[in-house]
């Protein structure tokens, strides 16, 4: 772990804000912390390396986008598209975040303590041991996991609030949505099926649930034993059918 | 099945006295049309896509093709294609998908443009002994430069420009992913652009490691499917293209089917092998011009600055307005897709009737950005519908920097635009993965042609230019005066900005 630096945020403006933290990663630093974020869009955008970014404030727009190894932890709400077409890496949110969070995402982990807006997880896709991970502890907005490809999104209703939600993937075709108690099948978007989770598939998420409640210091106990409904792909090829050719 | 089967749409036949029997035909059809029985080679016509192979193969010049050998009842109103059309969806219920670009019989306004030479008053300028200025800077310029002057009486520039692309012909090849054509066919354009000094698009398809050596002429596309798309993909293009529609196919996504994602093509897009690859219609992150100015800058910011953004739309009835709200967005450059433009695949009522030409596109989208005062602020790329170097010359004299062909660049290695491209058998290797067909086409060679394409309608622009007495390209963007229409309508040629001729 190398050193830590200290950026003060306060009215800078991203693209500054942005090189600093480079900077500091090529310098070798091991946890770099920001003070009062306050809206600076893109933060740790396009960032390699391992080094943890520690967000004081509400960060703007598609915060660390392409990113491909670093952590980063915002203390406070998030905007729109936080883990936007990332690679790898760690995006963990103490508060809520906008929509389309983890749009796109190819690999890591995005984990939001808090509740999520409309499309999360939308198009997030997998390859090879690449295989994005969405963990909501709140619930999300509708359109959830629409045009998944892969990866596994999991929304654990720890407000206590039924999934309410419609237009539940939609167009998925890889990938699986996991969601706390029983989602009516009204809720489900064309394309999606829902099926009870198994033994084996709730050993399966067991080690990420314990991983977000680590992260947030949580008791994993009650959410591990808790009810899930899971949704897959009706078919890995949801447009087949719909052509005929000229 | 009540309708039976329609009128075949191509005869093949083969010249007896001609034939020597080598079986080329044979080797050479992909869609199964020949096959030998006993002593004679054995015709299925109805398989034939037109794609001419045969035809390039045969030693003899046995082989005749004949297109629609049966007529239906000539009839205006109910064309062949309208009655084929309803005979196919009667029969499944679907979607009809076609390939290539708008197959519609739209006057093409290029041919009803003219363009200007001088006589007398002034004098052409001969290329052969002039310089003729083709080299191209796509990007924003600034409105105003600021120069210091040295003590030595230098003088040194002190406003900071943003990176352009320095493109030796405004001539660049558009996106065509890896995936809809071959990595040989994409390696054979890839050399063409690096020997020619230009650019070409990747598609929404990845960048093939094969690719890597040319990727300084390569412009990534980032699309709503976001497929190949990381930070070390963005770094290798020379430019990033946010593609936001297609001319061929205005307002809808794609999908790359499960079968022609091959190992090599799973890896490249960095999705499961035999999935469907689906590109949503819309960007799920960009529901308005302000989430595409976040896109924009934020790509701006990963890459830190160092690359200019193109945004690519289809060319639209609202196609000004939407390109001044790109223009703010920070963009470099706008691509205009009119409806002529090719694709792999695109449903048919799509590519038939929806967006408008690329003329029109590019005319209105040059005069609305000088209306406001922002052209310098982004470079507009014309494409969709390119054939010649005439339309070259006639779209940057609309408004255009530089043009992207596609269709024609195909042709230069052989496509015959038989529009079966979705069918993973194109027969010169090139919109197909299978590895036998793949090896048809040999990049040493395919290169040579695209890159003589290029040189050809290169030299003939400033023939064009010089004839006019231009003899740089700024001189000639947007330079309608050296346009008239002939045979257009009032409306059309205010929208062009042009004169009549003999006006
Ligand atoms: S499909 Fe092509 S190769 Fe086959 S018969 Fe027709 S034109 Fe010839
Ligand atoms: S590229 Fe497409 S249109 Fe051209 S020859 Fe191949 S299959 Fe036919």
């Not at chain 1, 404030?57 to 915060?63: A, I």
């Not at chain 1, 080690?207 to 959410?223: H, N, Q, S, T, Y």
């Not at chain 2, 469907?276 to 800058?297: G, K, M, N, T, W």
């Amino acid at each position: 772990m190398g050193k830590t630096v200290t950026i003060d945020a306060k009215g800078m403006h991203y693209t500054p804000l942005n090189k600093k933290i480079r900077q500091a990663v090529a310098d070798g630093a091991g946890e770099i912390i920001i003070d009062n974020v306050l809206g600076q869009r893109f933060i740790g955008n396009g960032l390699r390396g391992d080094a943890t970014i520690v967000v004081n404030g509400v960060p703007g727009g598609d915060l660390c986008m392409f990113m491909s190894g670093p952590t980063c932890i915002v203390h406070g709400n998030a905007d729109h598209a936080p883990g936007n077409t990332m690679n790898a890496g760690k995006v963990i949110i103490h508060g809520s975040a906008g929509d389309a969070v983890a749009h796109s995402m190819r690999g890591g982990t995005v984990f939001v303590r808090g509740n999520i807006g409309y499309r999360g997880g939308i198009h997030m896709k997998q390859y090879d041991d690449k295989r994005p991970i969405l963990v909501v502890g709140g619930n999300a907005q509708s359109f959830l996991g629409e045009y998944m490809a892969g990866g596994l999104l999991i929304v654990l209703g720890m407000d206590g609030s039924e999934y309410f939600g419609r237009g539940v993937g939609s167009g998925i075709h890889g990938g699986e949505i996991v969601i706390r108690g029983d989602v009516d099948g009204s809720r489900l978007g064309v394309g999606a099926k829902k099926l009870p989770l198994t033994e084996d598939d709730r050993q399966r998420i067991a080690p990420v649930i314990r991983e977000f409640a680590g992260a947030f210091d949580l008791d994993p106990a009650e959410l591990l034993n808790a009810e899930f409904t899971r949704i897959v792909p009706a078919s890995a090829r949801p447009f087949a059918g719909k052509y005929t050719w000229e | 099945m009540s309708l039976g089967s329609t009128p075949l749409r191509y005869r093949i036949s083969i010249d007896r006295e001609r034939c020597m029997e080598c079986e080329r035909c044979i080797e050479n059809c992909s869609y199964g049309v020949f096959r030998r029985e006993g002593e004679k080679i054995m015709i299925d016509s109805r398989k034939c896509t037109a794609c001419h192979r045969c035809l390039a193969m045969c030693p003899r010049d046995a082989i005749m093709l004949e297109e629609y050998p049966c007529d239906y009842r000539s009839h205006p109103v109910w064309t062949r294609q309208a009655r084929e059309a309803i005979y196919n969806q009667a029969k499944t219920g679907k979607i009809i998908l076609s390939g290539m670009g708008n197959a519609l019989d739209y006057p093409i306004i290029f041919d009803r443009l003219v363009l200007d030479a001088c006589q007398v008053t002034n004098p052409s300028i001969d290329p052969l002994r002039e310089p003729m200025e083709v080299r191209t800077y796509l990007g924003k310029k600034p409105s105003r430069i600021e120069v210091k002057k040295k003590e030595n009486g230098d003088v040194e520039l002190v406003t900071e420009l943003v990176p352009n692309l320095q493109a030796e012909t405004p001539i660049m090849i558009g996106h065509m992913s890896y995936g809809a054509i071959s990595l040989n066919a994409q390696l054979s354009m890839a050399r063409a652009v690096a020997e020619t000094g230009t650019f070409m698009g990747t598609g929404e398809g990845g960048l093939h490691e094969r690719l890597y050596p040319y990727q300084n002429h390569m412009i990534v596309q980032i699309a709503s499917g976001r497929f190949g798309v990381d930070i070390d993909y963005l770094e290798r293009g020379s430019a990033i293209e946010i593609k936001i529609g297609q001319g061929a196919k205005p307002g809808i996504g794609g999908h790359l089917p499960g079968e022609k994602v091959c190992l090599d093509v799973s890896c490249t897009r960095m999705i499961p092998l035999g999935s469907d690859a689906i590109s949503p219609a819309p960007h799920h992150d960009i529901y308005s011009i302000e989430d595409l100015a976040q896109l924009v800058r934020s790509l701006k910011e990963a890459t830190e600055w160092k690359k200019p953004v193109f945004v690519k739309i289809a060319a639209v009835h609202n196609a000004a307005a939407i390109a001044a709200g790109i223009a703010r967005s920070g963009a470099d450059a706008i691509v205009l897709d009119g409806f002529k433009g090719g694709t792999g695949a695109a449903p048919r009522v799509f590519r038939d009737h929806v967006g408008i030409p690329i003329e029109a596109a590019v005319a209105s989208v040059d005069a609305k950005l000088r209306g406001q005062g922002i052209r310098n602020e982004v470079s507009i790329i014309a494409s969709g519908g390119i054939r010649e170097s005439a339309d070259v010359a006639k779209a940057i004299a609309l408004g255009a920097d530089a043009v992207y062909i596609g269709t024609a660049a195909l042709v230069a290695m052989g496509c015959r635009v038989c529009g079966s491209c979705y069918r993973n058998l194109c027969p010169w290797g090139i919109a197909t993965q299978q590895q036998n067909l793949v090896d048809r086409l040999d990049p040493d060679v395919a290169s040579k042609q695209v890159a003589n394409l290029i040189n050809a309608w290169t030299l003939e622009l400033a023939e064009l230019m010089g004839a006019a007495g231009i003899n740089s390209i700024e001189s000639l963007r947007g330079n309608r005066d050296r346009l008239r229409g002939y045979m257009l309508d009032e409306s059309l040629m205010s929208v062009l900005d042009v004169k009549q001729v003999g006006a």
